[in-house]
């Protein structure tokens, strides 16, 4: 059976059918078209002005979100193709999994979370679904605009947490950036219930798309490993000279409080076996960006490979949808909190880091109080009409939540200048 036929009329389901392209079109498999419409998408765009985990005017080197988003497409592909899901599934919600994310990343994301109590909350990842299904228009029906419209497939992997707010658990640890999780995790707002209904028809629970799992850990594995290059390119770390009693500190705290120093010090010493692991501290020079480049690749394949054995050790294919489940092992998680717990002791504890957060925090306050008293004269054309169609006050603050998630870190500032006068 081939890839395509593992993927029913439900799975490639629209909210809005539409009809076959005309024939002189390349000629696409929907979820081909799933993906165009997201690498087009203005929210696409908007990621590379919109910080990972520093600011991405800060350096010609560092990641922002859309390289980011970019890297964990490239990773959730290869490995959706090893495991025999749908590479165009698993690659278009890879790209889509962070358009949600507001300006100043999670630390954006914890300020409107607390400005947004009393209208539903926020969550970078329901303010994806809202923006696919909702918010970034190209289609419209009966009930108004459905976004990109698109597949129920592709929705149901772009889903990361599938529970509303009222089912959340409560927050614990941090986030990439290390930031504390002060949010409650989940994937849909109240009033995106119908759209969520509709892409899990079907589905029993909260148990996440094979597809959705797929993404998740490409993220995790990206992150982890390109935080730490970043971090070496800086000049804030250096592997060959890691201060282990402060570090298995930060690890614990953040990331593994269940791990002693003895199985933490073991995994490191596993990756420590990679032959591109470095001997001697990086210099700049492009012999040692090539050797770290190697190192990156290595430790990205390592855990991938890892990953794919185990699942494959448990169960037999079909590997689509909700008809499996990823399987990460042990070791493998292990070594990437390890990872992230090296760019955490050595980048995200900075305290000039945690005094600008502070600002960045304020700012988004201020404007949004400034925007809330002017009303729709403060908000793009595009959510005039929202505003103006409004039931209540909380209905109206939904619309500058939107509005406000939508900018990049530049546009918040100049637009924070403008209607402050700061």
Same mark, same amino acid.
């Given at each position: ?71 964990? !497409? =490239?990773?959730? /592909?290869? @490995? $959706? #193709? ?12 890879? +790209? ?29 990842? !329901? =303010?994806?679904? /809202?923006? @696919? $299904? #909702? ?12 976004? +990109? ?274």
């Amino acid at each position: 059976m081939s890839i395509e036929q593992l993927y029913g009329d439900a799975d490639r389901e629209r909210i809005v059918p539409e009809p076959p392209k005309r024939v002189d079109a390349p000629v696409r498999t929907d979820f081909e078209r799933d993906r165009a419409r997201v690498v087009h998408a203005a929210a696409s765009r908007r990621l590379a002005a919109k910080t990972q985990v520093v600011g991405p005017q800060s350096d010609d080197f560092v990641r922002n979100r859309l390289t980011h988003s970019l890297e964990v !497409a =490239q990773v959730a /592909r290869d @490995l $959706a #193709r090893a495991l025999g899901c749908h590479p165009d599934v698993t690659e278009t919600a890879a +790209l889509a999994h962070d358009l949600g994310h507001p300006p100043f990343g999670h630390n954006g994301e914890r300020a409107l979370a607390g400005l947004s109590q009393d209208c539903g909350g926020f969550e970078g990842n !329901a =303010q994806t679904l /809202r923006l @696919l $299904a #909702r918010l970034e228009a190209k289609t419209f029906g009966p009930q108004g605009s459905v976004g +990109l419209n698109l597949t129920r497939a592709t929705l149901d992997a772009c889903m990361k947490y599938p529970w509303p707010r009222s089912l959340a658990p409560d927050p614990g640890g941090v986030h990439a950036d290390g930031t504390p999780r002060h949010v409650v995790k989940f994937g849909v707002y109240d009033d995106d219930a119908e759209v969520f209904a509709w892409v899990r028809r079907g589905v029993a629970g909260d148990r996440k798309a094979l597809e959705a799992q797929v993404m998740d850990l490409a993220d995790d594995v990206a992150y982890s490993v390109h935080d730490v290059e970043d971090g070496i390119v800086a000049g804030r770390l250096d592997l060959t000279a890691l201060d282990h009693d402060a570090l298995w500190e930060t690890v614990r705290a953040w990331y593994l409080p269940e791990c002693d120093d003895a199985e933490l010090a073991a995994a490191l010493a596993g990756m420590r076996t990679q032959e591109s692991w470095p001997s001697t501290p990086y210099d700049g020079s492009r012999r040692s960006l090539a050797a770290m480049k190697n190192l990156t690749s290595d430790l990205i394949g390592r855990f991938c490979g890892s990953v794919q054995a185990a699942t494959f050790a448990v169960r037999e294919a079909p590997f689509v949808r909700h008809r499996a489940d990823l399987v990460v092992p042990r070791q493998t998680e292990i070594e990437i909190g390890i990872l992230k717990g090296i760019a955490a002791h050595y980048v995200m504890q900075a305290d000039d880091r945690l005094a600008l957060m502070e600002r960045q925090r304020t700012l988004l306050a201020e404007l949004f109080d400034a925007m809330w008293a002017r009303g729709a004269d403060a908000l793009d054309r595009s959510f005039v009409e929202d505003w103006e169609t409004a039931g209540d006050d909380a209905a109206r603050r939904r619309v500058i939540v939107d509005q406000v998630a939508s900018y990049t870190d530049a546009r918040a500032v100049k637009r924070h200048r403008e209607l402050t006068g700061r």
